[in-house]
């Protein structure tokens, strides 16, 4: 049972546009939210978070949407920059547990188009 | 600061052999996570431990294993390889305690080992 859904595999987005990355939870005891970026051959890295107390997280370029209701979050990037082509994970936990466990989506490739 | 360090960065091993994986966290993290990355899996957790005990384990067979040293080093076992189990290792190293208001839960990965089992 996938608890963290990322239902779009791939997005291409021209370079300057938005990117909106998207991404569903089933938990309803989840309330901190990440999104990660991955290279390849590299580690992910952290690009910017969200608790359940807010519904908007700003971060540069970067900005990410939480809508408890609907179980759903999205990262846009605005503008998109070629740089930005890697694959995007959102991750959910539950911190009140007091524990790192995250699960993970299962990515969305964005590729920026020059 | 230096980041998370993971040895080996690729190995080759033959079903039925077993091998260790090393973590090296950030100084001064106490929690270090395991997770199996899989074309089409994403990342699934393994294990987390913190001040060297296990706090929290993934739906993963025994045959996987990890432990956590006094200096916070840590190191993930996997017994009798399969040929399922060729994946991107990757571990992740926390200050601590997360707390939901402060936004501290972030993980900070390392490059991952790749495991290819023949």
């Known amino acids: 049972d996938q608890q963290v859904k990322q239902n779009s595999p791939s997005l291409s987005v021209q370079e300057g546009r938005i990117s909106i990355l998207n991404c569903d939870y089933t938990?309803?005891?989840?309330?901190?939210f990440l999104w990660y970026k991955k290279y390849p051959a590299e580690g992910p890295t952290f690009l910017i978070s969200?608790?359940?107390?807010?519904d908007k997280n700003e971060d540069g370029r970067f900005t990410v949407f939480l809508n408890k209701s609907a179980k759903h979050l999205s990262l846009h990037i605005v503008p998109s920059q070629p740089g930005d082509s890697a694959v995007y994970f959102c991750?959910?936990?539950?911190?009140?547990?007091?524990?790192?466990?995250?699960?993970f989506g299962t990515g969305t490739r964005l590729k920026v188009l020059a | 600061k230096a980041g998370v360090t993971q040895t080996p960065r690729y190995l080759i091993k033959t079903r039925g052999q077993q091998v260790t994986l090393s973590c090296s966290p950030i100084?001064?993290?106490?929690?270090v996570s395991w997770y199996q990355q899989t074309p089409g899996q994403g990342l699934q957790f393994l294990f987390e431990?913190?001040?060297?005990?296990?706090?929290n384990k993934g739906n993963f067979p025994g045959r996987f294993s990890g432990r956590q040293f006094s200096n916070s080093r840590s190191e993930m076992n996997v017994s009798t390889l399969e040929l399922g189990d060729s994946a991107l290792y990757l571990c992740?190293?926390?200050?601590?305690?997360?707390?939901?208001?402060?936004?501290?839960?972030?993980?900070?990965f390392g490059e991952g080992s790749r495991l290819t089992v023949l």
């Open positions: 992740a190293s926390s200050p601590g305690q997360p707390t939901l208001y402060l936004d501290t839960g972030e993980l900070f």
């Open positions: 938990n309803s005891m989840f309330d901190y």
């Open positions: 969200i608790s359940s107390i807010k």
């Open positions: 991750a959910a936990s539950a911190p009140a547990s007091g524990t790192y466990k995250y699960i």
């Open positions: 100084s001064g993290h106490r929690s």
């Open positions: 431990y913190f001040s060297e005990t296990q706090r």
